[in-house]
């Protein structure tokens, strides 16, 4: 499976931006998939993740609850992190990463990565 991420950028703090990751071919065989993020000097966190079949979501960072929403694609095989209100925390190199073992806890699958950066 190839992880392909879409829709970092350059903002300044409050704005929106919404992050999409693909699997490709398809994630049919995907148990889980979710997004990271590693902030500048720090080590790689994970932000949330998702059951691929029950669309059931674990949210690990406290801090983007209530600004950030995943959504899902299933028929398109998509993976969406949209975030509001952004704030200069926020900054990092953002993965999307997926799973295909029966847990889905064993992400063996990772994008390239795609840049967030706020500020003013």
């Known amino acids: 499976v190839q992880l392909v991420e879409s829709g970092g950028g350059l903002v300044q703090p409050g704005d929106s931006l919404r992050l999409s990751c693909e699997a490709l071919?398809?994630?049919?065989?995907?148990?889980?998939m979710g997004w990271w993020r590693r902030a500048p000097g720090k080590k790689r966190e994970v932000v949330v993740t998702v059951r691929w079949e029950t669309g059931d979501i674990t949210w690990h960072e406290d801090s983007v609850i209530g600004r950030f929403t995943i959504s899902r694609d299933y028929a398109k095989s998509t993976l969406s992190l949209q975030m509001n209100n952004l704030v200069p925390e926020d900054t990092a190199e953002y993965y999307c990463?997926?799973?295909?073992?029966?847990?889905?806890?064993?992400?063996?699958?990772w994008g390239q990565g795609t840049q967030v950066t706020v500020s003013s």
């Open positions: 990463a997926a799973a295909d073992e029966p847990s889905g806890t064993s992400f063996a699958f």
């Open positions: 071919p398809d994630a049919f065989s995907l148990s889980a």
